[in-house]
């Protein structure tokens, strides 16, 4: 099955309905091609913040 959004993807199939698709807003994401000095600490107002299991972060490291 194919859907080209989310929300579609969610309709067609009845699942990810708690998954999040948004901008992580991270402090400082990858420069470059292929760069690994990003810095993946989540901004304040990040989607992320408190979106997990039990209110925890998803996939970060924190706020900075």
Do not use: K, Q, Y
């Not at 708690?18 to 400082?28: G, K, Y």
């Not at 107002?45 to 997990?52: D, I, M, R, Y």
């Amino acid at each position: 099955l194919w859907a080209p959004d989310l929300a579609a993807w969610r309709d067609l199939t009845g699942n990810d309905l708690h998954s999040l698709a948004a901008d992580p807003v991270f402090v400082l994401g990858p420069i470059g091609h292929g760069a690994t000095n990003g810095n993946f600490h989540l901004r304040p107002g990040s989607p992320a913040l408190g979106a997990g299991e039990n209110g925890a972060d998803i996939g970060a490291f924190g706020v900075e």
